[in-house]
């Protein structure tokens, strides 16, 4: 079945560092989400991509759309304590189907 | 705007006794999805539903399992009997199909654990 492959497992980084995740998949989707959960609460939507080559930031987040559909990935800026959490991507696959990255557990060390 | 709102947030309960979890979708939202979380396997798809009709169920575990959705604004997940291995957390999530695109909405989780 479709599997989205993301990476890193996890990240420890320093305060002020710029940090990069992506996910990869065999297959194409037409859209692609980034969300961050915070311990003991659900996942939250960040940036939401329906574009290929789409390129679209949130304040120090930015995030593609890859051109060949199949990948994505997530920049932040600038880190600060409270970007700590996992962050998660999503596909949408053709049969509106969504399919979840296994999470990168970010660390910021102040 | 109110997200998804689930309830209980936190539930303990004994093996064997029935568990139902319940959510309210965002308003005009016509998907809603069940999803499972654990540290082990992630977050998996249990069930969805469209304009309240179960569409996929192949993610629900088992029998003891089932889900409903009387209305466009209430569903439920029902877990009977219980056993040790259901804890987890368990996210209710909704989405439209909009001009832009589809893009899913979680609510914050039922936190359940079976002992």
């Known amino acids: 079945g479709q599997q989205l492959n993301q990476s890193p497992q996890s990240m420890f980084i320093q305060e002020g560092e710029d940090v990069s995740m992506n996910c990869t998949s065999s297959s194409i989707f037409n859209t692609w989400l980034w969300y961050k959960q915070d311990p003991g609460e659900g996942p939250v939507l960040l940036i939401a991509l329906y574009k290929a080559g789409e390129l679209t930031s949130n304040g120090r987040l930015t995030a593609q759309f890859g051109i060949t559909r199949k990948d994505s990935f997530l920049n932040i800026s600038a880190s600060i304590p409270s970007d700590v959490g996992i962050y998660f991507c999503a596909g949408l696959n053709n049969f509106n189907k969504f399919y979840f990255g296994s999470g990168t557990k970010l660390n910021v060390k102040p | 705007d109110a997200g998804v709102i689930q309830s209980p947030r936190h539930e303990v309960t004994e093996m064997g006794q029935e568990v139902t979890l319940r959510c309210k979708p965002i308003s005009g939202h016509d998907y809603l999805f069940w999803y499972r979380q654990t540290m082990m396997r992630g977050l998996e798809l249990l069930i969805y539903?469209?304009?309240?009709?179960?569409?996929?169920d192949s993610g629900m575990p088992e029998d003891r399992f089932s889900a409903k959705m009387p209305n466009a604004s209430f569903s439920t997940l029902k877990i009977q009997p219980s056993e040790p291995r259901d804890s987890a957390v368990y996210f209710c999530a909704s989405s439209s199909r909009t001009a832009s695109g589809n893009t899913i909405y979680f609510g914050e989780g039922s936190w359940l654990t079976v002992v």
């Open positions: 539903f469209n304009n309240n009709v179960p569409i996929d």
